[in-house]
């Protein structure tokens, strides 16, 4: 299947494995590539240029494919090297970049300098227009499905990704709820040239976690998620468990007078020990509606052969009643 997606970052299929915290290793991003969709290093869970070049060198070890780095910009007061993991970036040979977080306009000059593509994700329409403007290649649209920061309006993808078709230029794909071929034909319908998927890639054999996270996820339903720091207009979905209930009894009782440090044991520094060691109750990780549409823990090739098979099956069926 070709699309502006697949012609763009040169992939034999419209799917792209998101950036996500202690996943996106160079063991994911190689098996999503090597099956023929675009497999992202998580560049700040790597954290140093140093760790990183050594990420994207053993990447390129393990497939000839392309693959991608995310730079996810944070607000905080002592940021990342974010020149220094750009630097390695380029030197690495790296073609796509997908950045998200604030606007990423300070990386762009050297990237689009060395001809990297650079796909930015965003949960608004108004956002994914001034990552237009600002020299974006393409965007991910992330609609409040999404695990992770879904933004603070509350769109689902069956209106936002129509809003954006209606508004952008540059090509998009979905992001949030994609788990199948049904997910790929509709992001498809309403104008999506791909789909992102990141829940659904931590579900699979390849993907370097705790199998404790890939069972919860397996175990969930679409109601097992939650949102929390609304307050804080951080906004992040997540999979429950003890510590996230707790987050939220603490965000009810001190309603407007939380702040992040009440809530530190929750959510700062548990990323190791849940996706590393499976103690799935240390604290909050993001985790998209779509855990209640999976249901195994497939290889990554499995997973996008099916999901292919599936789409071009339903568009085989459509096209045949629409000539009947």
């Known amino acids: ?6 012609e763009m970052f040169g992939i034999q299929h419209p799917i792209i494995q998101g950036g996500m915290h202690f996943v996106g290793f160079a063991e994911m991003a190689a098996a999503v590539s090597n099956a023929g969709g675009l497999g992202i290093i998580t560049g700040l869970t790597l954290g140093t240029p140093e760790k990183l070049a050594n990420e994207i060198v053993k990447c390129r070890d393990m497939t000839d494919k392309p693959f991608g780095v995310n730079l996810t910009l944070l607000p905080t007061l002592t940021p990342p090297d974010y020149p220094g993991l750009v630097k390695v970036i380029i030197e690495g040979g790296v073609k796509v970049v997908e950045t998200a977080g ?5 990386l762009l000059p050297p990237l689009k300098d ?7 994700k965003c949960t608004s329409v108004r956002h994914s227009l001034k990552a237009q ?15 992770g920061h879904p933004g603070e309006d509350d769109v689902p993808n069956f209106i936002l990704l129509p ?15 994609m788990a199948d071929g049904r997910s790929l034909v509709a992001s498809l319908a309403m104008g999506a040239q791909g789909m992102n998927m990141g829940t659904r890639f931590i579900a699979t054999q390849e993907a370097p976690v705790h199998e404790n996270v890939k069972q919860a996820i397996v175990a ?3 109601l097992d998620t939650r949102l929390v720091m609304r307050s804080l207009r951080n906004t992040e979905r997540v999979m429950t468990n003890e510590a996230v209930e707790r987050l939220i009894e603490k965000e009810k009782r001190l309603g407007d007078d939380l702040k992040f440090e009440d809530i530190i044991d929750e959510v700062a520094g548990v990323y190791p020990k849940i996706m590393m060691e499976g103690d799935m109750d240390k604290g909050a ?14 290889t990554c090739k499995e997973l996008i052969d099916g999901i292919m098979s599936e789409a071009e099956a339903i568009l085989g069926r459509m096209n045949k009643q629409a000539a009947s």
Do not use: Q, Y
């Open 1 to 6: 299947m070709k699309t502006a997606i697949t």
């Open 102 to 106: 604030r606007n990423p306009s300070e």
């Open 114 to 120: 060395a001809g990297i593509k650079v796909i930015h």
């Open 133 to 147: 403007d600002i020299g974006c290649d393409a965007v991910s649209v992330d609609g409040f499905e999404c695990g």
């Open 163 to 177: 809003c954006a078709a209606d508004e952008l230029e540059i090509p998009f794909v979905s992001s949030g709820g």
């Open 220 to 222: 969930a339903s679409e």
């Open 285 to 298: 990780w993001s985790c998209g509606m779509v855990a209640g549409l999976i249901n195994d823990i497939p």
